[in-house]
């Protein structure tokens, strides 16, 4: 019989495999090319044959140093009796660190599978491969024996291709060798990739089973789908949702993949539908209406003889970036960290063909990577964005590495004690040797300096003693945890700590998918190795913990049993909702978006409300006067997050944001630990739009805003940064007009009161707050001599008009102008309107000493008092 390849394995308990195998060959004698590695067993010949793939049908596989990979082996069981084996693996430049599976092989059985390992950071420069050797050993007796194939051969030598770091693309193709890889989709992807000043390179994922963990899929920073295959894969899918989640930049291509990937990747966070496939002979992409060019931007039509296909679909929630005949070509959106690309239009209406090759004019110049064709205009803005380099971690466990240690109370002991008790010595000895000399004794000298070193020695024995014994086992753990939007998976990362005064041989393992490494140095020559017993279990063989202190980096993706949802309205009072999921005593939880967060009072049962009088400062992370020691550590954990700017970027969506003090990650060191250390959880806040007729406060935090184009038609000349979130410097009169976005969930609506604080430093002259009603630009406030914290209140519901995608035009015009004091200004040499810091009619306000008087608006918020509407029937 032959039974059909598959992924899993029987789990088993698996007992140590001692660090060294003594292979002989004949009597007394070692065969060519077999070392020492560990089990002092005699090898018996069988029927146990073992395979190591390099490359599927599609090409060879990727592994990087310093990165997961998945390694792939196959076993034949040709005898009559099942086996329970253990298959193993190990760089030749390093057997003591050994990866190896765990499997139970049917009798006359052919079995295909994978597990995880990790390529070493020693790979040479200019090394285009590393030599690794597999092996198998039956434990199925209880005695650990090495296995013989048919041919007498211990071990599978086989030399795995290595690709230097860097931005590496995967593309998910068929499984059956029938299926040709689409050329065109190899053209497009490997055309961007020379556009981006890339390698041609690509890894072409071609399994029957694919990558089952987020952790071997992070040596690529793109991944593009252009095949159906993840559809039945779940636990291919998660994985893919937990690396997209992570920071990856996935690209799916909607023209060759039905819409269900979309569902089952985003979950509840999908809404759209394909309305039918088209082919056409004539392709034009255009640029949609934007905010500076509402007209958007038509772009060339290309004739094929082959028609190119086009998926038409409708989508909620995501940039439509491209179209082609009014529907959308490419949409973008970012799903936590990671970047989401979904071109509906075929390959070949992205690109054309390359013109031809020029060959450099330097005779011994580094040949640049070419490619048959080149990408066409829209393309190349979208190239960049998805072909990005991936983002490192919020919270790298280096940055959360001391916070860990924190909670184990276990220290070494100062200097000012040792220094100190090394001085009230001395002062003694000196102090009895001068009692002794004046009564002219000295010969008691010598037994009391005697006595008082052994008191001291005493003493610092005590000393040692209570900082070595006084703290009981401890683990401390440091996590920061993402609820994945739509689905029920939780995505963690951070460090743990583990105290043993005396060290101990328990086992490290895990209990569901993730990544742990530990110290994997030895100094007495054991062999330490990772044995994978099911789909994300694992445990590590033959690794002591160290005594004292040991920090273990990990990470961690899990099925929560209840999907952890936070859901809320709001009323005039500010938030109030549900959340499900854990809650410990003192969450400490906040409201976080893009532009701020908001204190937020959690009740055991999962009840919540955020005043929007809880508004935080700047500089303020926990919604308390006094802070307590673990609050104070939890503040300065926020603030390293915060500093991450391109986190606080991917705030699409409102966070709910609390600490856990009790979150088990599935990372076991052995019994007898006492849990410290916290959780910082993250979950998607679902907006709840109130009932028709309910009056609402919008807090500044929900409220974002960006450059939009004059009302009047004038030249733009704003002082916002839409990129970097921030205010120009500016020394002459500008003026800036915003779309202030409400958030979609709270739509329809009429306002009613708008109050715009603003913050300002410099000789600013005179600050005013313009409106547009019925088309003309109206001032709704002006400010003279302005300083520190200022305050707008309108009412002015005409002028407060939100439109149906949700914004409110606002303008804001600041500096001093010529007509305002024109002994300080200076005519304008330009003529205005060129230059960024200028606008027409403007000019450049001098202080006393002729020197420009710089001002700039250091941060401003908008606050609304909304009337919720009844929804517009739908037509």
Not at 402 to 427: C, E, Q, R
Not at 712 to 719: E, I, K, L, M, V
Request: glycine share 10%; hydrophobic share 40%; proline share 7%.
């Amino acid at each position: 019989m032959t039974c059909q390849i598959c992924r899993g394995s029987r789990i088993a308990r698996l007992k140590n495999v001692l660090p060294v195998i003594l292979l002989m060959s004949g009597i007394g004698q070692v065969a060519p090319g077999q070392e020492e590695i560990g089990v002092a067993e005699t090898a018996t010949r069988s029927g146990v044959q073992l395979s190591l793939d390099v490359n599927s049908h599609a090409g060879t596989y990727t592994y990087v140093p310093e990165e997961w990979g998945d390694l792939h082996l196959r076993l034949e069981n040709g005898s009559k009796s099942a086996k329970d084996l253990l298959c193993t693996t190990f760089f030749e430049q390093d057997p003591g660190v050994q990866f190896g599976r765990q499997v139970w092989l049917p009798p006359q059985c052919r079995l295909r599978i994978s597990h995880p390992i990790l390529f070493p950071q020693s790979v040479r420069d200019g090394d285009r491969s590393i030599n690794v050797r597999s092996l198998v050993i039956d434990d199925s007796s209880g005695e650990e024996v090495l296995m013989r194939g048919d041919s007498g051969q211990l071990f599978n030598d086989r030399s795995l291709l290595i690709s230097p770091p860097g931005r590496n693309t995967g593309i998910v193709v068929g499984s059956d060798t029938s299926e040709p890889v689409p050329q065109d989709v190899l053209d497009l992807v490997v055309a961007n990739r020379v556009y981006q000043g890339l390698d041609s390179k690509l890894t072409l994922i071609a399994d029957q089973f694919l990558p089952s963990s987020a952790t071997v899929l992070n040596y690529l920073d793109h991944l593009v789908i252009s095949d159906d295959r993840l559809v039945d894969d779940q636990a291919a899918m998660a994985a893919v949702r937990t690396w997209l989640h992570a920071g990856g930049r996935l690209w799916i291509m909607l023209d060759r993949t039905d819409p269900v990937i979309l569902e089952r990747l985003l979950g509840d966070g999908f809404q759209g539908a394909v309305v039918d496939r088209v082919e056409l002979s004539s392709v034009r992409v255009d640029l949609p209406p934007s905010v500076f060019v509402p007209e958007g931007v038509i772009g060339s039509s290309i004739d094929y003889d082959d028609p190119v296909n086009l998926a038409r679909v409708m989508m909620d929630d995501l940039d439509v970036r491209n179209t082609v005949d009014g529907w959308p070509a490419a949409l973008t959106g970012e799903y936590g960290r990671g970047r989401l690309l979904i071109t509906t239009l075929g390959a070949r209406g992205w690109m054309k063909p390359a013109p031809p090759f020029v060959a450099p004019s330097k005779p011994n110049a580094r040949p640049k990577p070419r490619s048959d064709f080149v990408p066409l205009g829209p393309m190349e803005d979208l190239a960049p964005w998805i072909l990005a380099e991936r983002e490192s971690e919020a919270l790298p466990p280096a940055a959360l590495e001391s916070f860990a240690k924190d909670y184990v109370s276990y220290s070494v002991p100062n200097w000012s004690l040792v220094i100190g008790t090394m001085g009230i010595f001395l002062v003694a000895l000196v102090t009895a040797g001068g009692w002794f000399w004046k009564r002219e004794l000295p010969e008691h000298f010598a037994w009391i300096g005697s006595l008082l070193a052994v008191i001291f020695g005493a003493v610092f024995v005590g000393i040692g003693i209570v900082n070595r014994y006084g703290v009981p086992d401890t683990i401390a753990s440091v996590y920061f945890a993402q609820a994945i939007g739509g689905s029920d998976e939780v995505r963690a990362s951070g460090v743990m700590a583990v105290y043993r005064p005396e060290g101990g041989n328990a086992l490290i393992q895990a209990t569901q998918a993730g990544e742990l490494l530990p110290d994997l140095k030895s100094s007495d020559g054991t062999t330490r190795r990772m044995v994978t017993t099911d789909l994300g279990v694992y445990h590590w063989d033959g690794l002591s913990q160290p005594a004292g202190l040991a920090v273990y980096p990990a990470s961690t993706s899990e099925t929560y049993p209840e999907r952890l949802v936070a859901r809320a309205t709001l009323d005039t009072q500010g938030f109030s909702g549900h959340y499900t999921g854990p809650v410990s005593g003192n969450a400490d939880a906040i409201l976080a978006t893009r532009q701020g967060r908001l204190g937020v009072n959690l009740a055991a049962d999962g009840q919540f409300t955020a005043g929007t009088d809880a508004v935080l400062n700047p500089d303020q992370f926990v919604a308390a006067t006094f802070l307590t020691d673990v609050q104070d550590r939890r503040r300065k954990i926020l603030q390293k997050l915060y500093e991450n700017r391109v986190w606080q970027a991917s705030l699409v969506h409102p966070q709910l944001m609390l600490w856990l003090n009790d979150w088990n990650h599935g990372f076991e060191f052995g019994d007898g630990l006492q849990r410290q250390g916290d959780t910082l959880l993250m979950v998607p806040l679902e907006l709840k739009r109130p009932a028709a007729g309910t009056e609402m406060t919008i807090p500044w935090p929900l409220i974002s805003f960006k450059s939009c184009k004059p009302p009047d038609n004038s030249p733009a000349a704003g002082f916002w940064d839409d990129e970097r979130g921030e205010w120009q410097e500016r020394s002459k009169p500008s003026t800036t007009w915003l779309a202030v976005q409400v958030p979609h969930a709270l739509l329809p609506m009429t306002v009613s009161h708008a109050q715009i604080t603003v913050k300002v430093s410099g000789a600013m002259g005179q600050i005013e707050v313009l409106g547009v009603d019925n088309g003309n630009v109206v001032s709704l406030g002006n400010i003279s001599e302005p300083v520190g914290v200022l305050s707008f209140e309108i009412d002015k519901s005409e002028v407060l008009s939100v439109s149906r995608s949700g914004e409110l035009t606002l303008g804001v015009r600041a500096g001093l102008s010529a007509q305002s004091d024109p002994s300080r200004a200076e005519p304008n040499s330009n003529g205005g309107g060129n230059s960024p810091d200028s606008t027409a009619g403007t000019a450049t306000v001098r202080g006393e000493s002729g020197a420009a008087n710089y001002w700039r608006i250091e941060s401003l918020t908008v606050q609304l008092q909304a009337h919720a509407t009844e929804q517009p029937e739908e037509e």
